[in-house]
Structure formats: structure tokens, C-alpha cells
């Protein structure tokens, strides 16, 4: 699902909401989140899971091309969590997947 799919995702689930308000509603959600993260802070929606930062230290790494080493800096990455209900919910869906395959 790409973000313009989750604007017309909401426009239509809810109808009072036109595409642009749907527009703003999502941007400012995600904004927010990126804001959030880039503090360093820690992101949670119930059901759904965790956002958090992840620390990398630096490291030796090799140029695939020539074989030579690199150093690769530390950095800082955003990490998802999924939720226990996501989790679920996706295994679910992938047995209920399996099964019509088998039959």
C-alpha cells in the first residue's frame, strides 16, 4: 500500500472526510511520526507495533567491487516492531492462504 493508496483508503472509509482533508490527515500523521523518531523518541500503536531507533556502531566493511575495505560509519536506523495482534493477524492469513493452495 502506497501513501496515496491510504488517502483513498480513508476518503472512502469515511465519508464526511473529502480527499484533501484525507490528504492533510495522513501527512500530518506521518510528519509527526518522523518528527517523533528523528528526536530519538519511540513510537507505539497499540495492535499495530513499535517504531523505534536503532544505533549501528561502526564498522569494517569490504567493496564488493574491488575487495578492498571500507570503514562504514555508525548510524543511527528506524526499526519496526510488529505488534502481537499484526503478527497474528498475518500468520493467519498466510495459513488461510496455504490452505486453498493445497486444495
Same mark, same amino acid.
Given at each position: 500500500? /502506497?501513501?496515496?493508496?491510504?488517502? $483513498? +483508503?480513508?476518503? #472512502?472509509?469515511?465519508?464526511?472526510? /473529502?480527499?484533501?482533508?484525507? +490528504?492533510?490527515?495522513?501527512?500530518?500523521?506521518?510528519?509527526?511520526?518522523? #518528527?517523533?523518531?528523528?528526536?530519538?523518541?519511540?513510537? $507505539?500503536?497499540?495492535?499495530?507495533?513499535?517504531?523505534?531507533?536503532?544505533?549501528? =556502531?561502526?564498522?569494517?566493511?569490504?567493496? =564488493?567491487?574491488?575487495?578492498?575495505?571500507? +570503514?562504514? =560509519?555508525?548510524? &543511527?536506523? =528506524?526499526?519496526?516492531?510488529?505488534?502481537?495482534?499484526?503478527?497474528?493477524?498475518?500468520?493467519? &492469513? /498466510?495459513? $488461510?492462504?496455504?490452505?486453498? &493452495?493445497?486444495?
Amino acid at each position: 500500500m /502506497t501513501r496515496s493508496d491510504l488517502v $483513498e +483508503e480513508l476518503a #472512502a472509509r469515511f465519508g464526511q472526510l /473529502t480527499h484533501r482533508d484525507a +490528504e492533510f490527515a495522513v501527512k500530518a500523521i506521518l510528519d509527526a511520526m518522523n #518528527a517523533a523518531l528523528v528526536r530519538g523518541h519511540r513510537i $507505539e500503536i497499540r495492535g499495530f507495533g513499535s517504531f523505534s531507533i536503532n544505533h549501528r =556502531p561502526p564498522r569494517i566493511g569490504r567493496n =564488493p567491487r574491488s575487495g578492498a575495505s571500507v +570503514e562504514v =560509519p555508525e548510524k &543511527r536506523v =528506524p526499526h519496526f516492531k510488529p505488534g502481537k495482534a499484526l503478527r497474528e493477524a498475518v500468520d493467519l &492469513r /498466510t495459513v $488461510e492462504l496455504e490452505g486453498k &493452495r493445497k486444495s
